[in-house]
């Protein structure tokens, strides 16, 4: 199959396009109008240091409705020790950086280059990326960020240092979009840590045709240190 190939103009073929694995295009920029263009399109880049930007539309979509949120008994009683604390927005950076550097099973380097962090760093100045961080002890033991566009949250990458301190900082943030309205957390690709929290595979049309109704509703735009305390 041939690929397309993006120049400067900012545009995406139709998802239709995408090849069996879910690549759509490579290549264009990580500019801010090119990132949201991509989120609002049921689109996202994935790649390596040292490759071109690829551009991903995966069929069928994995994703969490905030209802279907699982928490397991184990998970309930962690939440009553109180050993953890959960900010929003508190240092994004360091977030995307322990994201970065966190080794993960069967996986060969980052695809969080730094050409992502400073492309999501701006999307965060802008008050649509955002961060969650898990302390324990005054120190970061885990975390995740995502990007907020209307009712849709669309989760990028987590980490943790600790056992649990992940799950804690997902369920927080369900919990918390959950009484904003939140229609859909967009997860990208299946894990069995988010399907043990509720996730599942839906067809990439519905997912698109979700994302068309739902992110024209305001977002929740700004510090989210603010919005959801």
């Known amino acids: 199959m041939a690929y397309y190939f993006l120049?400067?103009?900012?545009?995406?073929?139709p998802v239709s396009?995408?090849?069996?694995?879910?690549?759509?295009a490579i290549g264009g920029d990580l500019s801010v109008q090119r990132l949201l263009l991509a989120y609002y399109s049921g689109i996202f880049p994935w790649f390596s240091e040292g490759e071109p930007i690829i551009w991903w539309s995966p069929d069928p979509r994995f994703v969490l409705y905030p209802n279907d949120l699982?928490?397991?008994?184990s998970m309930k009683q962690i939440f009553k020790k109180n050993e953890f604390e959960v900010t929003f927005d508190k240092d994004f950076l360091a977030v995307i950086s322990n994201c970065q550097q966190k080794k993960r099973k069967?996986?060969?380097?980052?695809?969080?280059?730094?050409?992502?962090?400073?492309?999501?760093?701006?999307?965060?100045?802008?008050?649509?990326?955002?961060?969650v961080e898990v302390w324990k002890e005054s120190k970061l033991?885990?975390?995740?960020?995502?990007?907020?566009?209307?009712?849709c949250f669309f989760g990028e990458s987590m980490f943790a240092h600790v056992s649990n301190a992940s799950?804690?900082?997902?369920?927080?943030?369900?919990?918390?979009?959950?009484?904003?309205?939140i229609h859909l957390i967009d997860c990208q690709i299946h894990t069995e840590h988010l399907e043990s929290?509720?996730?599942?595979?839906?067809?990439?049309?519905?997912?698109?045709?979700?994302?068309e109704e739902n992110t024209?509703?305001?977002?929740?735009k700004g510090n989210w240190s603010e919005i959801l305390a």
Do not use: C, M
């Open 17 to 24: 396009k995408t090849n069996r694995d879910g690549v759509l």
């Open 197 to 211: 929290l509720g996730g599942d595979f839906i067809p990439r049309k519905q997912f698109i045709k979700e994302i």
């Open 106 to 131: 069967g996986q060969y380097g980052t695809w969080i280059t730094a050409d992502i962090i400073t492309a999501y760093h701006n999307l965060h100045k802008e008050g649509i990326a955002h961060s």
């Open 141 to 151: 033991v885990g975390g995740l960020y995502g990007i907020a566009l209307g009712n």
């Open 216 to 220: 024209k509703n305001d977002t929740l």
């Open 70 to 73: 699982k928490v397991s008994k």
């Open 7 to 13: 120049n400067e103009d900012l545009y995406f073929p």
């Open 167 to 181: 799950k804690v900082g997902f369920i927080t943030l369900v919990q918390k979009l959950t009484e904003k309205n």
